[in-house]
């Protein structure tokens, strides 16, 4: 019963996204935008790293999966491009380009291409875990530059961290994605 309304939904939704005009998805696209920008506000920060765990990968994830490879990377270059703009919400309410964390924010426009192209195939869950992926090359390639330390220091403050809960995140959006059925 559940899984048929479930279905369904999604039917619906994917079925009136389908006869959306380009204004109404470019809507969506800033709507996915903020909902970034609040789930970056859940955060935790950790005393040995300036990268926090945040919400903001399932969220950058389910935009690719929602709005499709196109507006779901239009929806992450307006969360960046509104943030280096000087909009507060990156995590903690920050803005602006020169953060350790921008890496990561670059990542997130390529990340919701690829959960979208990957939602469109077969194999949804390896897409979830490569955008994760390209997520943290971004981000340490950016992060360098704050801390300046070596390859291994990089992974060990700006990767394994975050792992097992963006393994959990991207296995949680993937199986969604496998779960609607696109029309």
């Given at each position: 019963m559940i899984r048929k309304i479930w279905i369904k939904t999604w039917d619906k939704y994917f079925e009136i996204y389908r006869l959306m005009g380009i204004t109404e998805k470019i809507i969506l696209s800033i709507i996915f935008s903020i909902l970034t920008g609040i789930?970056?506000?859940?955060?935790?920060?950790?005393?040995?790293?300036?990268?926090?765990?945040?919400?903001?990968?399932?969220?950058?994830?389910?935009?690719?999966?929602?709005?499709g490879k196109?507006?779901?990377?239009?929806?992450?270059?307006?969360?960046?491009?509104?943030?280096?703009?000087?909009?507060?919400?990156?995590?903690?309410g920050g803005a602006g380009i020169l953060r350790p964390t921008t890496g990561y924010l670059?990542?997130?426009i390529f990340?919701?291409?690829?959960?979208g192209y990957y939602s469109e195939k077969k194999n949804k869950i390896l897409g979830m875990i490569l955008s994760t992926i390209i997520i943290y090359i971004c981000g340490i390639l950016y992060l360098k530059i704050f801390v300046?330390?070596?390859?291994?220091?990089?992974l060990l403050i700006g990767v394994l961290p975050f792992i097992?809960?963006?393994?959990?995140?991207?296995?949680?959006?993937g199986y969604l994605a496998k779960s609607i059925k696109r029309i």
């Open positions: 789930s970056a506000q859940i955060y935790i920060k950790l005393p040995f790293t300036p990268v926090p765990v945040t919400m903001q990968t399932f969220t950058v994830l389910l935009s690719g999966i929602l709005l196109n507006f779901g990377c239009l929806s992450q270059i307006f969360y960046f491009i509104g943030g280096i703009s000087g909009i507060g919400w990156f995590y903690a670059i990542g997130f990340a919701s291409y690829i959960s300046n330390k070596g390859f291994k220091d990089l097992p809960g963006d393994i959990i995140k991207a296995i949680i959006a």
